[in-house]
């Protein structure tokens, strides 16, 4: 009912940038709104962890090791989302998620990107 698409992940050395994209393309009879979207990473051997996400009064909610160098955007029709990664460490290597909820409809998943950043 709704195809999430992640896009932009790749190999970047340490410091550089990287500008990920979400689509959540609804089915066409649904006309809710997407109430929640968010951008989740999944680093070999560990647990997926959330990075970004809607929060409360339109304010992002960041975790505390990108704070300050990733930044969430979402646009006018909001049901695209981007993630601009700066700075970006080793430590960030991760498979990149895109998560769209919908309460009427349920919650949907990417199938994910790679980001690679070498030392």
């Known amino acids: 009912q709704v195809h999430v698409v992640e896009s932009g992940g790749g190999l970047v050395q340490a410091g550089g940038s990287l500008r990920l994209s979400c689509v959540a393309a609804?089915?066409?009879?649904?006309?809710?709104?997407?109430?929640?979207m968010a951008w989740y990473r999944q680093a070999p051997g560990k647990q997926r962890e959330l990075v970004a996400g809607?929060?409360?009064?339109?304010?992002?909610n960041y975790a505390e090791s990108v704070k300050g160098r990733f930044t969430m955007s979402r646009d006018r029709v909001e049901t695209t989302i981007s993630l601009q990664m700066n700075s970006l460490k080793p430590e960030d290597t991760a498979v990149y998620y895109c998560?769209?909820?919908?309460?009427?409809?349920?919650?949907?998943w990417g199938q994910g990107t790679m980001v690679t950043v070498s030392a």
């Open positions: 998560y769209a909820l919908m309460t009427t409809h349920g919650s949907y």
């Open positions: 609804k089915a066409r009879f649904i006309t809710e709104s997407i109430d929640y």
């Open positions: 809607d929060g409360s009064g339109g304010i992002t």
